[in-house]
């Protein structure tokens, strides 16, 4: 996590795995939500990826076992409980800003559009691989993804498989705004800086 004045930049230091979600890496999410919803100073979230392949691919596999990720059993049988990250994006009172720099790939694709809004690098692409391993989404995936994009394409998206680029994923209305990957934090910081010239009650209870 850093600080940039009102904004906090919450980057996934994954990046030799294409910054897929670990045991590890989801209880520093959940804490560093849990800490940046306690923090006034904090008053817009941008959350990205390290490196430019990847923003996130969802949940390693290489480190699922019989017992869960990394010999952690979850609550469900899908290994992580990713429902608890979802929640606190979706509950925490500050706008988050996902910046897609790359493959935003099963729990990663979720991830960015429970964010409220996404901006994307020209590079970036999106979907998911759930039926394709052997996974669902276990949280609000699903029926989120259908008021994003429609059911039709919600359905399209989760039982085909496919990969979008990110001039497909501005036209369904799954990014906000596309741009080159150069400029894509610094896109990011000023739809922050919007926000921060807003009256900070009023965006919590508009979220």
């Known amino acids: 996590v850093e600080r940039e004045g009102a904004i906090a930049l919450v980057t996934i230091r994954r990046e030799k795995a294409l910054n897929a979600l670990s045991t590890h890496v989801m209880a520093e999410l959940l804490t560093a939500a849990a800490e940046l919803e306690l923090d006034d100073r904090a008053r817009v979230v941008i959350l990205t990826g390290a490196g430019d392949r990847a923003f996130c691919v969802g949940g390693d596999q290489s480190v699922r076992t019989e017992g869960g990720y990394q010999g952690k059993p979850a609550r469900s049988d899908i290994g992580l409980d990713v429902e608890d990250l979802h929640a606190v994006i979706r509950d925490l009172p500050k706008p988050v800003i996902a910046a897609v720099n790359g493959y935003a790939i099963g729990g990663g694709h979720v991830l960015h559009f429970l964010c409220d809004l996404s901006i994307a690098a020209e590079t970036a692409r999106f979907g998911q691989v759930g039926p394709r391993v052997g996974s669902v989404d276990p949280g609000f995936g699903t029926a989120y993804l259908a008021r994003v994009v429609g059911e039709k394409r919600a359905r399209e998206i989760w039982l085909l ?12 209305g799954l990014v906000n705004a596309v741009v080159p990957p150069d400029r894509l934090l610094d896109e990011a910081r000023a739809w922050a800086r919007e926000i921060l010239a807003l009256s900070p009650t009023a965006i919590k209870l508009a979220k």
């Open 161 to 172: 498989c496919r990969q979008y680029s990110a001039a497909q994923a501005l036209a369904m």
